[in-house]
């Protein structure tokens, strides 16, 4: 009950933000939402978690980017930089969540989660490894997508603008937005560790027993891996996109036009 | 092509030689702290232990309700000690893990244990991990200060001194009896103010975003926690909450920390709002307010798709592994954890829509004044 009056509140409160694109924020959230219950499904039936999580990515970016904003040069940019950031994590983030044994419930979870057997035979460290490659596309696709809306726009604008310029505006929209991304992941953070605080301060828990806790660290490590995501896209956005509008890629591109343009007439002569 | 690429790295290396000594100060430094958790064991009260040989004896097979097959084992582990007065000794421990790790660790040789002693004997509490945060977090930081530079630096300074009052606000309620509602709005305030101003200065633009910062954050706490309370918190705490926090007004505390938290994000929303409109209004002192208003719609737009599907992702993907724990035995969802994190989502994607539309709302009656025709 509580859940829905609050979606309403949200509803509403969306419509008088955006008006209807504040309903289609509201739908891609319900899709993605889908999404990734989808994914989910998939890990309990025994796939593997981390290829199905990154293939699951991959398709919540293409839904993100194509569904939003259609296929063009700006979200292929945005795809492909989004795909490279993402590998690159997934091996830090593979060795991290190995190395800290991050997976799993800790002592302080131990209210939700008694009474349920945990021999499920599923490797926990993959699921968290799964858990934080899903929950980085969020930030990271908008991010992406705003670094490459600004440099269109700037070469939209000023059609005879250089790599270093484009890169250089890029940049400075990424800038911008690193402060939105993360103070809401900081936000997410609170949320998490409202509970865990209280706990530590009433039981009176040492600076030692929480910085190592599997609890604590494994809110605060996910959460840096999601600003670092966000963070390593902007240059590489920035760069594919400048690289693609100006600079060698460009001349490809011209020539690939080019070559299809011929290939149509050919094919309607014939 | 190699070349060219070498000669251009080159000449950016020439220009830039004095940001890039920074930077490579700055990684020296950062290295430094994270190399320093490694040895920190010093400085722990407890013992800690360094896993030097780990024999591993399979214990059997057990299942789950539904019928995983998951195997146990007995770990017996020759531990030294790092720290306190028995340095350098050697002990034997055991560690019953499984397969899967879902409550349990399996240790290696190389890993640092965090131990105590209970009746005469040392047992294992868990994983020295603070190296790893530290080696993440230090990443992190470079990364900001590498791309975002200035600004990324005091982002991440507004989120320290917000996590330094949230702290101090706690220590109010618990220590001091004050009521965490007032604590946590009178630190807001002050949070919310000296940020604006600092980040602003002292002119109109700040006036309207704090105003509409603090429009917004009283008018979505309100709304919440009347939506909750009237509710009477179903759906929103699970019973085992109840025995573990023994003040009774804990369900305020869940408000104020909600309300705290969104405070940066809103902020976030209402400076950027003002400075775009403002911007606009610099340009054409006798610009129409319903162009100021699609302009608004347009700015507002982008900010809120990023934030909500950051929070929508962060608090579903942190509820995974107890979705997967649930089904693997057999249950479905009881919807106590799941409607936790969703409300949580829910109150901060409001905070979220309310700001973009007050701060739109308000700056531009209050920037833009009245239309002269």
Redesign the interface.
């Known amino acids: ?3 829905w ?3 309403g ?2 509803v509403f ?2 419509l ?4 209807t ?2 309903l289609k ?1 509201i739908f ?2 319900l899709l ?2 889908g999404c ?1 219950l989808a994914i ?1 499904a998939l ?2 039936h025994g796939w593997n978690p981390v290829i199905t999580a990154l293939i699951g990515c991959l398709v919540i970016t293409c839904l ?1 980017l194509f569904f939003n904003c259609g296929i063009n040069a700006k979200t292929m940019a945005s795809f492909l930089s989004v795909f490279t950031v993402l590998v690159l994590q997934l091996f830090f983030v593979l060795w ?1 969540t190995d ?3 991050l ?4 002592f302080e979870d131990l ?4 009474g ?10 993959a ?2 490894t ?3 490659m ?6 990271l ?3 992406a997508i ?1 670094v490459s809306t600004a440099v269109f726009e700037v070469k939209a604008n000023y059609p005879d603008s250089a790599f270093s310029d484009l890169y250089a505006s890029g ?1 400075r929209v ?19 560790a ?2 865990l ?3 530590y ?2 039981y009176d828990y ?1 600076w ?2 929480l ?4 609890v604590f ?1 494994r ?10 995501s966000c ?2 896209v ?2 590489v956005c920035a760069a594919f996109c400048g690289s693609l509008l100006s600079g ?1 890629l460009h001349a490809w591109m011209t020539k690939i036009e080019k070559g299809m343009q011929k290939l149509k007439k050919w094919i309607q002569d014939e | 092509m190699i070349c060219r690429l070498l000669t251009q790295a080159k000449q950016y290396i020439s220009e830039n030689k004095r940001t890039l000594l920074l930077f490579a100060f700055l990684a020296l430094f950062l290295s430094g702290a994270v190399l320093f958790t490694y040895f920190d064991a010093f400085l722990y009260d407890c013992p800690v232990g360094e896993v030097i040989e780990v024999k591993t004896e399979k214990t059997g097979i057990y299942h789950s309700p539904i019928g995983d097959e998951e195997g146990h084992a007995l770990q017996t582990l020759t531990l030294r000690l790092i720290n306190g007065k028995n340095k350098g000794k050697f002990i034997l421990c055991e560690n019953e893990c499984t397969d899967s790790g879902v409550y349990d660790e399996t240790y290696r040789p190389g890993d640092r244990l965090l131990l105590e002693i209970q009746n005469g004997a040392y047992t294992i509490t868990g994983l020295k991990r603070d190296t790893v945060a530290a080696l993440v977090f230090a990443v992190l930081l470079f990364a900001i200060v590498a791309v975002s530079r200035l600004k990324g630096v005091m982002t991440l300074l507004s989120v320290a001194v917000n996590g330094m009052l949230f702290s101090y606000a706690l220590d109010a309620y618990l220590f001091h009896g004050v009521n965490i509602m007032i604590s946590a709005l009178c630190v807001s305030i002050i949070f919310c103010v000296i940020c604006i101003l600092i980040v602003c200065g002292w002119n109109k633009k700040a006036f309207a975003s704090i105003l509409s910062t603090l429009v917004s954050v009283l008018i979505v706490t309100v709304l919440t926690f009347v939506t909750i309370w009237g509710c009477d918190f179903e759906g929103v705490f699970a019973e085992g909450l109840q025995y573990l926090i023994i003040e009774a007004d804990y369900r305020f505390t869940f408000l104020a920390m909600l309300l705290l938290g969104s405070l940066g994000a809103m902020m976030d929303i209402c400076v950027s709002m003002a400075a775009g409109l403002q911007e606009l209004i610099e340009k054409d002192h006798d610009i129409a307010r319903a162009s100021l208003n699609k302009s608004g719609i347009a700015i507002g737009k982008d900010m809120m798709g990023t934030m909500v599907n950051v929070l929508l992702f962060t608090y579903l993907c942190g509820s995974i592994p107890y979705i997967i724990l649930v089904y693997h035995n057999g249950m479905t969802l009881d919807y106590s954890i799941i409607s936790l994190e969703m409300v949580r989502f829910l109150c901060g994607g409001c905070g979220i829509m309310a700001s973009v539309f007050f701060s739109r709302w308000i700056c531009i009656r209050l920037l833009r004044g009245r239309d002269q025709s």
Do not use: Q, R
């Open positions: 009950m509580t859940g009056i609050l979606f509140l949200f409160f969306s008088l933000a955006g008006g694109h504040g924020t891609t959230l993605n939402m990734i989910v890990i309990i993100i991290i190395a800290a044994n997976g799993g419930f800790g209210n939700d989660v008694a349920y057997s945990f021999d499920i035979g599923i490797k926990i460290s699921v968290a799964a858990c934080i899903m929950g980085l596309i969020g930030a696709t908008d991010t705003a940049l990424g800038k911008d937005i690193t402060g939105t991304t993360v103070n809401t992941l900081y936000f997410a953070l609170l949320g998490e409202a509970t605080m209280i706990w301060h009433i040492s030692w027993e910085f190592n806790s599997i660290c809110e605060f490590i996910k959460l840096c891996f999601f600003s670092l963070v390593l902007m240059p060698s």
